[in-house]
């Protein structure tokens, strides 16, 4: 009976030993490609004309755009800002990070209450999440801070010498809200600002399925929140949490 489990064992012992190593030594290759797998295919399915698709098919997207009719956006919550934006609004787990200026403001992006402010010798031009729970600033100087996100108290400070010029670009785009950032929606959509309207569009029809007038010219849009499925504008002086409610 012995013999009999012997070879079994050694089997699920070496398995264990292979899957630790997998786990804690191994490098990342077979995970990279994966990753690039996936997104080979996705893009060549994104890429496939409507037109193309067998009929049957077809006739299953029409289906399902019309199941799109079901969409809009609502707002959960808006307040008035007694400062102006400088950039798009930021937002992580808990928080929400607006940046005027020399100012960044910190809010609870659930109930807009408000988490900490800190103000700096200079404006404002680069605003970045990075790891350890900081924020990164870099201002016009040429200094670069990383802040606490949940006190704003400074962690470390580098000075980068030469005068830092912004990534952001501050002309507002469309959002495009794919399966992967939405499980609710099967094909993607876009959010378009048009001056004082959000206005979502099927990206493979271009049919405008919902329009959200916010009384108010668009200054910023913040990304879309996965978890709260939401996105943050900016319009007017006032800020508002806007939520994708899929029925």
Same mark, same amino acid.
């Given at each position: 009976?012995k013999?009999?489990h012997?070879?079994?064992a050694v089997?699920?012992?070496?398995a264990?030993?292979?899957?630790?190593y997998?786990v804690?030594?191994?490098d990342?290759e077979?995970?990279?490609q994966?990753?690039?797998s996936?997104?080979i295919i996705?893009?060549?399915?994104?890429n496939?004309?409507l037109?193309r698709?067998?009929?049957?098919?077809?006739?299953?997207?029409?289906?399902?755009?019309?199941?799109f009719?079901?969409i809009?956006?609502?707002k959960?919550w808006?307040?008035?800002?007694?400062?102006d934006?400088?950039?798009?609004?930021?937002?992580d787990?808990r928080?929400?990070?607006?940046?005027s200026?020399?100012?960044?403001?910190?809010y609870n992006k659930?109930?807009?209450?408000s988490?900490w402010?800190?103000q700096l010798d200079?404006?404002i031009?680069? =605003?970045?999440l @990075?790891? #350890?729970?900081?924020?990164?600033?870099i +201002?016009?100087n040429?200094?670069? &801070?990383? *802040?606490?996100?949940?006190?704003?108290?400074?962690?470390w400070s580098?000075?980068?010498?030469?005068r830092?010029i912004?990534?952001h670009s501050?002309s507002i785009?469309?959002?495009l809200i794919?399966?992967n950032?939405?499980?609710?929606?099967i094909?993607?959509i876009?959010?378009?600002?048009?001056n004082?309207?959000?206005?979502? =569009?099927?990206? @493979?029809? #271009?049919?405008n399925?919902?329009t959200? +007038?916010?009384e108010d010219?668009? &200054?910023f *849009?913040?990304?879309?929140?996965?978890?709260?499925n939401?996105i943050?504008v900016?319009?007017?002086?006032?800020i508002a949490?806007?939520?994708?409610?899929?029925?």
């Open positions: 009976m013999k009999k012997y070879i079994p089997f699920i012992i070496v264990i030993l292979l899957s630790a997998y804690f030594f191994r990342n077979i995970e990279i994966l990753d690039r996936r997104y996705n893009q060549r399915i994104r496939i004309e037109e698709f067998p009929l049957r098919l077809q006739l299953e997207f029409e289906r399902l755009r019309r199941d009719t079901n809009q956006l609502q959960e808006t307040t008035e800002l007694t400062f934006l400088t950039h798009p609004p930021f937002f787990l928080n929400l990070y607006l940046v200026f020399d100012k960044l403001a910190v659930n109930d807009l209450n988490v402010v800190k200079f404006d031009e680069s =605003f970045s @990075i790891d #350890g729970n900081n924020i990164l600033v +201002d016009s040429g200094s670069a &801070y990383a *802040l606490n996100r949940n006190t704003g108290d400074l962690n580098q000075s980068i010498h030469e830092y912004s990534e501050f785009k469309p959002i794919t399966h950032e939405d499980k609710r929606i094909t993607s876009i959010i378009f600002p048009i004082n309207e959000l206005r979502i =569009f099927c990206s @493979i029809t #271009g049919e399925l919902f959200l +007038d916010l010219y668009i &200054y *849009l913040s990304e879309y929140d996965q978890i709260s939401a943050y900016s319009y007017g002086n006032r949490k806007i939520i994708l409610d899929k029925r």
